[in-house]
């Protein structure tokens, strides 16, 4: 089955500086790979996602880079915030539909004032 | 739009006590499902359901129960705890996924779960 890695376990940068996340799957037939943030109490919420058919995706100050030859995706986050800490999750789809996930362990990512 | 509501935010159970997590959407979302969140471990999928009527099992089955028998909730019981269910439960919805297109998944806020 599907096995997703996730590194580093813990993330501390200035603000302003940027944060960079990175996740491995083991599933070449995983197609779609959404990014979570977790705030202190609350549930995952999508901040973006990508296509296997997609090398990059931008949003804003946030950034995913794919390579499925290396099966290997990234979450970029430029000029960072306060509000930028938070628990930080990669996902991999393991079915068609890209409905159901294996995630990655997470990353506690500090941004410091 | 209260979106994905769960109940009880916290719960105690002892050994071999039975209950039943709550979820609830008001998105009229077909696609639903259970994970549980551990530390180190990321969320793991426990059972989902595409619509009414239609449930699978996920990663992590064992010792859960689910049905779902209307659009807007789809309960989680636990037959008989164990201290090994000790953990955070978060439900989660979206529009189901057709032709390749992936629709945004709600997670609702929790229910914290101590088994003892």
């Known amino acids: 089955g599907e096995n997703v890695e996730q590194h580093p376990s813990t993330l501390s940068v200035q603000e302003g500086d940027s944060a960079v996340i990175k996740c491995t799957y083991s599933?070449?037939?995983?197609?779609?790979f959404p990014w979570y943030k977790q705030e202190l109490g609350k549930g995952p919420q999508l901040i973006i996602d990508i296509r296997s058919n997609v090398g990059e995706k931008k949003d804003q100050r946030i950034a995913v880079t794919l390579n499925k030859t290396a099966k290997h995706f990234s979450l970029h986050i430029t000029e960072t915030q306060p509000e930028d800490s938070a628990v930080y999750f990669c996902a991999a789809s393991i079915d068609n539909y890209g409905q159901n996930f294996v995630f990655g362990p997470g990353t506690r990512l500090s941004v410091l004032p | 739009n209260a979106g994905v509501t769960q109940t009880p935010k916290f719960q105690v159970l002892k050994t071999g006590q039975s209950m039943t997590l709550q979820c609830a959407q008001d998105?009229?979302?077909?696609?639903m499902s259970w994970y549980r969140q551990d530390p180190g471990m990321g969320l793991r999928l426990i059972h989902y359901?595409?619509?009414?009527?239609?449930?699978d099992q996920g990663e992590v089955p064992n010792g859960y129960n689910v049905s779902r028998s209307t659009t807007e909730d789809f309960p989680l019981r636990l037959l008989s705890a164990a201290p090994s269910q000790t953990s955070v439960y978060f439900c989660?919805?979206?529009?189901?996924?057709?032709?390749?297109?992936?629709?945004?998944?709600?997670f609702g806020p929790g229910t914290r779960l101590t088994v003892t």
């Open positions: 998105m009229n979302h077909e696609y």
């Open positions: 989660a919805s979206s529009y189901q996924a057709s032709g390749g297109f992936q629709y945004e998944q709600y």
């Open positions: 599933d070449s037939a995983s197609n779609y």
């Open positions: 359901s595409v619509g009414a009527g239609i449930t």
